[in-house]
């Protein structure tokens, strides 16, 4: 009985994979021809970092089951830290693809760390509890990146929350961490087949993770809590599991946005709890728990205000409509109904044509 489930559970992560590949394959096709224009050539890396938000913070709202609103303070945590590694390691790792990988990694590693000391706190609550918590963490991580000086030299790191002169730098120190201003110089390694590549690799490892045994209690501590404790599953360690691999995936899309600009600044709505909430609005109109429609609505919804400029002052009229529609679409539930009839009537009308050319076979 176990079979079919199986099948059927492979040939849907196969073909978000594939339909995922295509996709990249034709934009780069289209990109060597000449076909795109610059502004649309200059989404594609940014639409590989909101994938990647997306897709990870869907392991937390839709397989897991709890509400964040801080997600965009662990972007902020990769960005930061990945782009002070490649500034500091420019001159001695000369090697473009092992410093960005590296870079990359520790982005990954911090935030990750960052979401252990925030999950072992705080995932003991739940619902709006959680959720304000988390709120509150990604502003205050984008408070200290706003207010941090930053300085290398011989003599190691130096901190300071006043200004530059304030640091005590040698004459041949650097200063990495400008306050608001940012970091500036971070080598712009970044491209969109490492997007793509990084975006591919998540997928696969939360698309096996979703369908592994670990998955299933995790989605179990999802749909009933106090039955999963009440055959064992540990349910904090896998809140915490969640949590930090959500958080290191995000820590990743930001080891790639800081690698793709020139300046790296957390002022604006960068990394504040607009984008967190940008996110969470990826994730709510592709289908909570559906990683294929996290994709699918974040390549709709970031291009699609982008494409409507030309409208002015509605554009923003016309994103909102846009937004309601698609969510009637998915969560209605006289829409849910004429999909499933639709569903049935296209399965039946293949599967008399088979029988069909059987008989003439």
Known sequence: MNKPNI?????????TCGGFIVLVVLMSILRGAGALSNSVQGYLVPLCIYIIMAISLNLVVGILGELSLGHAGFMCVGAYTSAIFSKCTEATITSVPVRFTLAILVGAFCAAVFGILIGIPVLRLKGDYLAIVTLAFGEIIKNICNSIYLGFDSNGFHVSFKDTVSLGLEEDGQVIIKGAQGISGTPKDSNFIVGAVLVLVILVIILNLVNSRPGRAIMSIRDNRIAAQSVGIDVTKYKL??????AAFAGVAGALYAHN?????ATGDKFNYNASIMILVYVVLGGIGNIRGSIIATIILYVLPEQLRFMRDYRMLVYAIVLILVMLYNWSPKMKEIREVLRIKIRNKFARKRVKEDIQI
């Open 7 to 15: 099948t059927k559970t492979t040939k849907n992560n196969l073909f």
């Open 241 to 246: 599991m969640v949590f930090t691999i959500s």
């Open 261 to 265: 600009y020139a300046t790296l600044t």
